[in-house]
């Protein structure tokens, strides 16, 4: 696959690409040898069923049995030594008992060449399982890649496959989620399966804040395939068995010649936490489809429904006292913004999204008397929670999310600012850094803002403030709303003159509180700490039928 | 009723006066039923109101004592100056007190021992007299006299008491004239090793060395022989040099299998004195006390008076006024010796005023101010029996308990319950530093009887809400439900003796684990139900979730158990290994108690947490399990999962082989960068680099190059 896409692009990438045809070829190969080797007693039989006189009632009997099947025993069994599921095991242990309703599971590739077209090489239901099924209950389409068949190589079928359920997603209005294990593109097939992917792609992108898409990484995903998570909401990963890359470490040896791992070069370490490219990992397949169905309970099922409500045990004037020391008195020292989220949310019950990728900020999904929200948060703990290029970019992709799926979003805000440096402004946080205000801004769902502590310059701005039409904008007795920290104020209001130090008091005493940005109606209230959540709660109740639009437009032009 | 209502708001922190007015609305109606009984039980003292003591008084001291002290001002009416460090400065007993005075940042030395700065607080709000609680300064009779000068009463004992009994050696000779038993051996300061070796060899082993100027276990060593008798020495002398500056010791014969009982003596400046009756406080750790009672199931009438006149002429001998405690041995055979004399008022001090009725602070403050004691010896009585358990933020699995620090994330007093006691300057949100001592708070229960005041304690353990921490609660719930600390049968060994390879936690029986599992299993079924009930209106219809038979596998460790629950009405039924649990209770998931009915008995158990891959940490019995429950068909899948070996080096770098090490790249305090290299370990020809996992300042390193290490071993340890 991604021979295709470099040759397309350039001749010099030809070289490059025929390599990873070549590897590429080899890994297939090695599912299509395989698959030659001692036939099971299946395949015979399907072949000897073929020129049978059995009924069509037997022949969909048989066809169903060999579709459970796989790719047979011997792969499901190398699949589990892995340390991974089959894709029917993954999809039974995602939704709800008996809830899975398959598609397409008579469908088979129609390749006839390197004889792809012997009966050997046919598996009904090719390398995907597709269908639909509930999870609590609740409407999801799911396809599922099967690595016994071919090594979940991708052929035009199997595309045919996801994309039949992905239109049907559409029209209905319910999540796609996709397990993802496959060994890339079906060589055999050449731009059928190119063209698979293209499909799917579109597909994708036409789905972008119509419904959740959710990707499960649970095995290879390479080459061109990548860009199918890479399209969707969320991208998560399992613990040593899944990988992600444009291209594999024998590649990149021979390019530029680095030494390097498959798990160093995209493993889910890698893209938790240095890419940002996947938005969680897991410790195994086991984990991460029971941590999925706990995910999919946040989400509404398309951008037509509200947020979801579920029965809360936690009381939504639940006063938290603990609130009212947790920011230190010093405005140098830090704490941490996840202790504020944990006592205010439903529960203490707070899925992160990127907790190990650009960590100051805190993004992620919780409840608030049963309601779903989006939380966004600084993180004072980490880089005294400044924004950077990392954390605006983190921060905006999950606004954008929210505001698309009617979620409310709650920001608690202690912010410095934005990191200076060169790296930074080489890196653009300019252009970067207008993407999270761009986001904020173009939000219309509810949003509630609290400034815990330090709400200082652009940043201030920035964190869904009062001018960018947040709803309910708080702020705790400890608010410092300034345009920088004192020192650096008086530094350049008295500039050359004495006294710095009383001038600094004087500046402290005016804006470090909360009162310049109340007095102007920049904060709606000043509240006290533990009061926190009861507010919020009141606040979300109100804000239900809040109605907003944003001018005509084909679309927005957020500085990508 | 007063002052409960304020010991409860400082456990609600609510700062502002309104809101501590709609608290106490609020709650009132528990509390008053509490302070009801409570008032009743403990400070039953006859109060004189026209009895005119301070306007003003400072508490020189921090958490729970401070607060215990404010509490008793408060209701003689008297102001209170609260002294603080800088990161305690929105500590609870800052809050109580009306008026509050920063003395220094945070380490001891530079604020709460810092006699300038106290000094100044006490010129600058007027206090005319300084309650030092216990540590800290109570002892101190450099502070004694410096308020002296100053005309600021001290609420203890006068300058040359604290002096006579604070030297270890000089209040033994001070005992001994007084008529009071004292431990045979007894010698004087020891110069050399060998000189400690002919003290030990003619008082006769095993012999316990220690600081004359330490208190409590500080520096003290049991030596069985010669050998150990110079290893003692070298140890406690250097370590009394580095903690009193003094270096002077004491040997002396150490009793086996003794009991710590301590006598409360109460005295006033004409010359009365009292005892209030023993507290047996032989449950140490390490020399620490962890769980106290009144009265000891040991001592019987004849043996209390003699000690207690004992104790009484220890306290006359040295003029002793205010309350103070003389700490006894007691062997097997009920002969009793002089330990040492505590003169200020002690940790354990609630469980006396549960049995004898008397506030002892609310007495001290009278004896400093010069009234006569109220009482006399007849009018003390034995009300019923009170235990106190010290919970503190301490791993117990860890030798008994080595300290945790955290912030409280989670945090609820079980006062609910009858006849408990909390003494605590904590809150939910306060911080438990490295700065100060690990105490959450004392527990302290009571009734009629023994077992009325222990099966008060097991519930008000269970019903304690503690995280953010790890503390102690499943050490002191095993020790209150043990059968031999039940039976009375104890003395200061019991720890070690009943568990010789260290604290495991409860131990289950088959019963006692099938209901674990059983309320696992149905937690996880209500939670599982509760996913699936979504509210409003939905465009899509949800598939109604409506099952009442489900098939779990459940872990423990590394048991595995298949059960069926099914359900009806409220009840569920949880069947493995052929056998049947009914749970039922208030299924609260928000909640972190958990009041279940098992069987047709009530448990308190606690749900620490609960995830999405099915881990349930539920506390039982007052110890963690960490249980999993999975579907059927997800159980049976786990198998096919890899063990994934479970690593939290990231503090710590251990050797990963047997090896030679080449290189040290750090030294302590170097702040290291994530993958940055710490050493390089030689082993089979290949030199292995071993990197930071995390960036961190190198706490202390253990090896150096050219040693040999063997697997496992600790290398580097980072912060």
Same mark, same amino acid.
């Given at each position: 696959?991604?021979?295709?896409?470099?040759?397309?692009?350039?001749?010099?990438?030809?070289?490059?690409?025929?390599?990873?045809?070549?590897?590429?070829?080899?890994?297939?190969?090695?599912?299509?040898?395989?698959?030659?080797?001692?036939?099971?007693?299946?395949?015979?039989?399907?072949?000897?069923?073929?020129?049978?006189?059995?009924?069509?009632?037997?022949?969909?009997?048989?066809?169903?049995?060999?579709?459970?099947?796989?790719?047979?025993?011997?792969?499901?069994?190398?699949?589990?030594?892995?340390?991974?599921?089959?894709?029917?095991?993954?999809?039974?242990?995602?939704?709800?008992?008996?809830?899975?309703?398959?598609?397409?599971?008579?469908?088979?590739?129609?390749?006839?060449?390197?004889?792809?077209?012997?009966?050997?090489?046919?598996?009904?239901?090719?390398?995907?399982?597709?269908?639909?099924?509930?999870?609590?209950?609740?409407?999801?389409?799911?396809?599922?890649?099967?690595?016994?068949?071919?090594?979940?190589?991708?052929?035009?079928?199997?595309?045919?496959?996801?994309?039949?359920?992905?239109?049907?997603?559409?029209?209905?209005?319910?999540?796609?989620?996709?397990?993802?294990?496959?060994?890339?593109?079906?060589?055999?097939?050449?731009?059928?399966?190119?063209?698979?992917?293209?499909?799917?792609?579109?597909?994708?992108?036409?789905?972008?804040?119509?419904?959740?898409?959710?990707?499960?990484?649970?095995?290879?995903?390479?080459?061109?395939?990548?860009?199918?998570?890479?399209?969707?909401?969320?991208?998560?990963?399992?613990?040593?068995?899944?990988?992600?890359?444009?291209?594999?470490?024998?590649?990149?040896?021979?390019?530029?010649?680095?030494?390097?791992?498959?798990?160093?070069?995209?493993?889910?370490?890698?893209?938790?936490?240095?890419?940002?490219?996947?938005?969680?990992?897991?410790?195994?397949?086991?984990?991460?489809?029971?941590?999925?169905?706990?995910?999919?309970?946040?989400?509404?099922?398309?951008?037509?429904?509200?947020?979801?409500?579920?029965?809360?045990?936690?009381?939504?004037?639940?006063?938290? @006292?603990?609130?009212?020391?947790?920011?230190?008195?010093?405005?140098?020292?830090?704490?941490?913004?996840?202790?504020?989220?944990?006592?205010?949310?439903?529960?203490?019950?707070?899925?992160?999204?990127?907790?190990?990728?650009?960590?100051?900020?805190?993004?992620?999904?919780?409840?608030?008397?049963?309601?779903?929200?989006?939380?966004?948060?600084?993180?004072?703990?980490?880089?005294?929670?400044?924004?950077?290029?990392?954390?605006?970019?983190?921060?905006?992709?999950?606004?954008?999310?929210?505001?698309?799926?009617?979620?409310?979003?709650?920001?608690?805000?202690?912010?410095?600012?934005?990191?200076?440096?060169?790296?930074?402004?080489?890196?653009?946080?300019?252009?970067?850094?207008?993407?999270?205000?761009?986001?904020?801004?173009?939000?219309?769902? @509810?949003?509630?803002?609290?400034?815990?502590?330090?709400?200082?310059?652009?940043?201030?701005?920035?964190?869904?403030?009062?001018?960018?039409?947040?709803?309910?904008?708080?702020?705790?007795?400890?608010?410092?709303?300034?345009?920088?920290?004192?020192?650096?104020?008086?530094?350049?209001?008295?500039?050359?003159?004495?006294?710095?130090?009383?001038?600094?008091?004087?500046?402290?005493?005016?804006?470090?509180?909360?009162?310049?940005?109340?007095?102007?109606?920049?904060?709606?209230?000043?509240?006290?700490?533990?009061?926190?959540?009861?507010?919020?709660?009141?606040?979300?109740?109100?804000?239900?039928?809040?109605?907003?639009?944003?001018?005509?437009?084909?679309?927005?032009?957020?500085?990508? | 009723?007063?002052?409960?209502?304020?010991?409860?708001?400082?456990?609600?922190?609510?700062?502002?006066?309104?809101?501590?007015?709609?608290?106490?609305?609020?709650?009132?109606?528990?509390?008053?039923?509490?302070?009801?009984?409570?008032?009743?039980?403990?400070?039953?003292?006859?109060?004189?109101?026209?009895?005119?003591?301070?306007?003003?008084?400072?508490?020189?001291?921090?958490?729970?004592?401070?607060?215990?002290?404010?509490?008793?001002?408060?209701?003689?009416?008297?102001?209170?100056?609260?002294?603080?460090?800088?990161?305690?400065?929105?500590?609870?007993?800052?809050?109580?007190?009306?008026?509050?005075?920063?003395?220094?940042?945070?380490?001891?030395?530079?604020?709460?021992?810092?006699?300038?700065?106290?000094?100044?607080?006490?010129?600058?709000?007027?206090?005319?007299?300084?309650?030092?609680?216990?540590?800290?300064?109570?002892?101190?009779?450099?502070?004694?006299?410096?308020?002296?000068?100053?005309?600021?009463?001290?609420?203890?004992?006068?300058?040359?008491?604290?002096?006579?009994?604070?030297?270890?050696?000089?209040?033994?000779?001070?005992?001994?004239?007084?008529?009071?038993?004292?431990?045979?051996?007894?010698?004087?300061?020891?110069?050399?090793?060998?000189?400690?070796?002919?003290?030990?060899?003619?008082?006769?082993?095993?012999?316990?060395?220690?600081?004359?100027?330490?208190?409590?276990?500080?520096?003290?060593?049991?030596?069985?022989?010669?050998?150990?008798?110079?290893?003692?020495?070298?140890?406690?002398?250097?370590?009394?040099?580095?903690?009193?500056?003094?270096?002077?010791?004491?040997?002396?014969?150490?009793?086996?299998?003794?009991?710590?009982?301590?006598?409360?003596?109460?005295?006033?400046?004409?010359?009365?004195?009292?005892?209030?009756?023993?507290?047996?406080?032989?449950?140490?750790?390490?020399?620490?006390?962890?769980?106290?009672?009144?009265?000891?199931?040991?001592?019987?009438?004849?043996?209390?008076?003699?000690?207690?006149?004992?104790?009484?002429?220890?306290?006359?001998?040295?003029?002793?006024?205010?309350?103070?405690?003389?700490?006894?041995?007691?062997?097997?055979?009920?002969?009793?010796?002089?330990?040492?004399?505590?003169?200020?008022?002690?940790?354990?001090?609630?469980?006396?005023?549960?049995?004898?009725?008397?506030?002892?602070?609310?007495?001290?403050?009278?004896?400093?101010?010069?009234?006569?004691?109220?009482?006399?010896?007849?009018?003390?009585?034995?009300?019923?029996?009170?235990?106190?358990?010290?919970?503190?933020?301490?791993?117990?699995?860890?030798?008994?308990?080595?300290?945790?620090?955290?912030?409280?994330?989670?945090?609820?007093?079980?006062?609910?319950?009858?006849?408990?006691?909390?003494?605590?300057?904590?809150?939910?949100?306060?911080?438990?530093?490295?700065?100060?001592?690990?105490?959450?708070?004392?527990?302290?229960?009571?009734?009629?009887?023994?077992?009325?005041?222990?099966?008060?304690?097991?519930?008000?353990?269970?019903?304690?809400?503690?995280?953010?921490?790890?503390?102690?609660?499943?050490?002191?719930?095993?020790?209150?439900?043990?059968?031999?600390?039940?039976?009375?049968?104890?003395?200061?060994?019991?720890?070690?003796?009943?568990?010789?390879?260290?604290?495991?936690?409860?131990?289950?029986?088959?019963?006692?684990?099938?209901?674990?599992?059983?309320?696992?299993?149905?937690?996880?079924?209500?939670?599982?139900?509760?996913?699936?009930?979504?509210?409003?209106?939905?465009?899509?219809?949800?598939?109604?979730?409506?099952?009442?038979?489900?098939?779990?596998?459940?872990?423990?460790?590394?048991?595995?158990?298949?059960?069926?629950?099914?359900?009806?009405?409220?009840?569920?039924?949880?069947?493995?290994?052929?056998?049947?649990?009914?749970?039922?209770?208030?299924?609260?998931?928000?909640?972190?108690?958990?009041?279940?009915?098992?069987?047709?008995?009530?448990?308190?158990?606690?749900?620490?947490?609960?995830?999405?891959?099915?881990?349930?940490?539920?506390?039982?019995?007052?110890?963690?399990?960490?249980?999993?429950?999975?579907?059927?068909?997800?159980?049976?899948?786990?198998?096919?999962?890899?063990?994934?070996?479970?690593?939290?080096?990231?503090?710590?770098?251990?050797?990963?082989?047997?090896?030679?090490?080449?290189?040290?790249?750090?030294?302590?305090?170097?702040?290291?960068?994530?993958?940055?290299?710490?050493?390089?370990?030689?082993?089979?020809?290949?030199?292995?680099?071993?990197?930071?996992?995390?960036?961190?300042?190198?706490?202390?390193?253990?090896?150096?190059?050219?040693?040999?290490?063997?697997?496992?071993?600790?290398?580097?340890?980072?912060?």
């Amino acid at each position: 696959m991604m021979a295709a896409i470099s040759v397309a692009r350039s001749s010099c990438g030809l070289i490059n690409g025929l390599k990873v045809s070549l590897r590429s070829v080899t890994r297939v190969k090695y599912g299509a040898v395989s698959a030659t080797v001692p036939q099971t007693s299946l395949h015979r039989s399907c072949r000897w069923y073929s020129v049978s006189h059995l009924s069509v009632k037997e022949r969909i009997d048989q066809k169903r049995q060999a579709a459970l099947q796989g790719g047979g025993q011997q792969r499901i069994e190398a699949q589990h030594k892995r340390g991974k599921l089959t894709a029917r095991e993954r999809v039974q242990l995602l939704l709800d008992p008996e809830s899975f309703v398959e598609t397409d599971m008579f469908v088979e590739h129609r390749c006839a060449d390197f004889g792809m077209e012997q009966d050997r090489n046919k598996f009904p239901g090719d390398s995907v399982v597709t269908g639909r099924g509930r999870i609590n209950g609740r409407l999801v389409y799911v396809f599922s890649q099967d690595f016994t068949v071919f090594g979940g190589s991708l052929s035009g079928a199997h595309a045919q496959k996801i994309c039949k359920i992905m239109d049907q997603a559409m029209t209905v209005g319910a999540p796609v989620i996709g397990l993802n294990d496959s060994g890339g593109a079906r060589i055999q097939e050449g731009v059928e399966s190119l063209a698979g992917y293209a499909d799917i792609f579109l597909r994708n992108v036409m789905a972008s804040g119509v419904i959740p898409q959710i990707s499960l990484i649970m095995g290879p995903c390479a080459g061109g395939a990548v860009y199918s998570p890479a399209l969707t909401d969320f991208t998560f990963m399992v613990k040593d068995t899944s990988y992600l890359f444009i291209t594999g470490p024998d590649v990149v040896k021979s390019v530029t010649n680095e030494d390097v791992t498959q798990e160093e070069l995209g493993g889910a370490k890698t893209h938790t936490t240095v890419s940002g490219v996947a938005h969680r990992a897991f410790e195994n397949d086991i984990e991460a489809l029971l941590n999925l169905r706990e995910f999919f309970n946040f989400l509404p099922l398309s951008n037509q429904d509200p947020a979801p409500i579920r029965e809360s045990h936690d009381s939504s004037d639940r006063l938290v @006292p603990s609130l009212d020391s947790i920011v230190p008195l010093e405005s140098t020292k830090a704490y941490d913004m996840l202790d504020i989220i944990h006592a205010i949310v439903d529960e203490r019950d707070f899925f992160e999204i990127m907790p190990n990728y650009a960590k100051n900020i805190v993004v992620g999904f919780a409840r608030m008397n049963g309601r779903t929200v989006g939380i966004v948060g600084n993180q004072p703990k980490v880089a005294s929670g400044c924004l950077d290029i990392n954390s605006s970019v983190k921060g905006a992709r999950f606004v954008r999310f929210c505001d698309a799926f009617n979620i409310p979003i709650i920001t608690f805000v202690d912010v410095p600012g934005f990191l200076p440096g060169t790296a930074q402004e080489y890196g653009g946080i300019i252009r970067h850094g207008a993407k999270l205000l761009f986001a904020f801004a173009e939000a219309t769902v @509810p949003k509630i803002t609290i400034i815990t502590r330090k709400a200082y310059g652009g940043a201030y701005d920035v964190m869904s403030s009062k001018h960018l039409r947040g709803d309910v904008n708080y702020a705790w007795p400890t608010a410092e709303v300034a345009v920088m920290g004192a020192k650096g104020a008086v530094q350049i209001i008295f500039r050359g003159k004495e006294n710095q130090a009383e001038a600094e008091a004087e500046y402290v005493e005016k804006f470090a509180n909360p009162f310049p940005a109340a007095v102007r109606g920049f904060v709606d209230d000043i509240i006290e700490p533990a009061t926190t959540r009861k507010k919020i709660c009141q606040d979300l109740e109100m804000l239900a039928s809040k109605k907003q639009v944003n001018p005509w437009k084909k679309h927005a032009n957020i500085p990508l | 009723m007063t002052l409960w209502m304020i010991g409860n708001m400082a456990a609600h922190s609510v700062p502002s006066t309104l809101k501590r007015l709609l608290f106490a609305v609020k709650y009132s109606p528990l509390q008053s039923r509490c302070c009801a009984v409570q008032r009743e039980a403990q400070y039953s003292t006859i109060s004189i109101p026209s009895e005119k003591t301070f306007d003003k008084i400072l508490i020189a001291n921090r958490g729970e004592i401070a607060c215990r002290v404010i509490k008793t001002c408060k209701k003689m009416g008297i102001q209170t100056v609260a002294v603080h460090s800088d990161v305690d400065s929105s500590a609870v007993h800052v809050k109580m007190a009306d008026e509050a005075v920063c003395v220094g940042s945070a380490p001891t030395s530079k604020s709460y021992l810092n006699m300038d700065a106290i000094m100044d607080a006490i010129r600058v709000t007027g206090a005319q007299a300084v309650h030092p609680g216990y540590g800290f300064l109570s002892e101190n009779k450099e502070f004694a006299k410096r308020l002296a000068a100053e005309g600021v009463a001290f609420i203890g004992p006068d300058t040359h008491a604290i002096q006579a009994m604070g030297d270890k050696i000089e209040s033994k000779l001070i005992a001994k004239a007084a008529k009071v038993n004292t431990i045979p051996g007894f010698d004087g300061v020891v110069k050399t090793a060998e000189e400690a070796v002919k003290i030990a060899q003619e008082i006769g082993y095993p012999v316990m060395i220690k600081a004359s100027a330490g208190g409590g276990g500080k520096g003290m060593r049991i030596a069985w022989n010669d050998e150990e008798t110079r290893e003692g020495f070298r140890f406690s002398s250097q370590e009394a040099a580095s903690s009193f500056g003094d270096d002077r010791l004491l040997i002396e014969k150490y009793i086996d299998n003794p009991r710590h009982i301590e006598i409360q003596v109460l005295a006033d400046k004409h010359g009365n004195a009292l005892w209030l009756n023993e507290r047996e406080c032989s449950i140490q750790r390490r020399n620490q006390k962890v769980v106290e009672e009144a009265p000891s199931t040991f001592l019987d009438p004849v043996t209390r008076r003699a000690m207690g006149e004992q104790a009484v002429q220890l306290a006359k001998a040295v003029q002793y006024s205010s309350a103070g405690t003389v700490e006894f041995l007691v062997d097997s055979k009920k002969n009793f010796y002089f330990l040492e004399m505590n003169t200020r008022l002690q940790v354990e001090h609630p469980i006396t005023e549960c049995i004898t009725g008397l506030d002892l602070v609310e007495q001290m403050i009278r004896v400093a101010k010069g009234y006569q004691l109220q009482h006399t010896q007849d009018d003390i009585p034995i009300n019923g029996w009170a235990i106190e358990c010290r919970v503190y933020a301490e791993d117990p699995y860890k030798s008994f308990g080595l300290p945790s620090i955290g912030r409280l994330s989670q945090y609820q007093e079980p006062l609910d319950l009858d006849k408990v006691r909390v003494d605590s300057g904590i809150q939910e949100g306060s911080d438990i530093s490295i700065y100060y001592d690990p105490m959450i708070s004392k527990l302290i229960t009571y009734g009629a009887t023994r077992a009325e005041a222990l099966g008060r304690m097991e519930d008000a353990l269970d019903n304690y809400v503690i995280r953010g921490v790890t503390h102690n609660i499943p050490l002191l719930r095993e020790i209150i439900t043990h059968p031999r600390f039940v039976s009375g049968h104890i003395s200061t060994n019991f720890l070690p003796e009943v568990y010789p390879d260290g604290f495991k936690g409860h131990q289950l029986e088959a019963d006692a684990k099938r209901e674990l599992l059983a309320s696992a299993a149905v937690l996880y079924i209500t939670a599982e139900l509760r996913s699936a009930k979504v509210l409003g209106t939905q465009r899509v219809a949800s598939t109604p979730v409506e099952c009442s038979h489900w098939e779990l596998c459940v872990e423990l460790g590394e048991e595995r158990q298949d059960v069926e629950i099914s359900k009806s009405g409220t009840v569920y039924t949880v069947e493995m290994d052929g056998a049947k649990v009914e749970v039922w209770g208030a299924l609260n998931l928000a909640s972190p108690l958990l009041p279940l009915t098992i069987n047709g008995t009530q448990r308190m158990l606690q749900c620490l947490s609960r995830d999405a891959a099915g881990v349930i940490v539920l506390q039982y019995l007052g110890t963690l399990f960490k249980v999993r429950v999975l579907s059927k068909l997800a159980a049976e899948l786990n198998s096919y999962m890899p063990e994934k070996v479970s690593e939290d080096t990231s503090s710590i770098l251990r050797s990963p082989m047997p090896g030679t090490v080449v290189a040290v790249s750090v030294k302590p305090g170097d702040t290291v960068a994530e993958g940055q290299e710490i050493c390089v370990i030689e082993a089979m020809k290949m030199q292995n680099s071993l990197t930071a996992v995390k960036q961190a300042k190198v706490k202390s390193v253990h090896c150096k190059p050219g040693e040999t290490v063997g697997e496992g071993d600790l290398l580097v340890e980072l912060e």
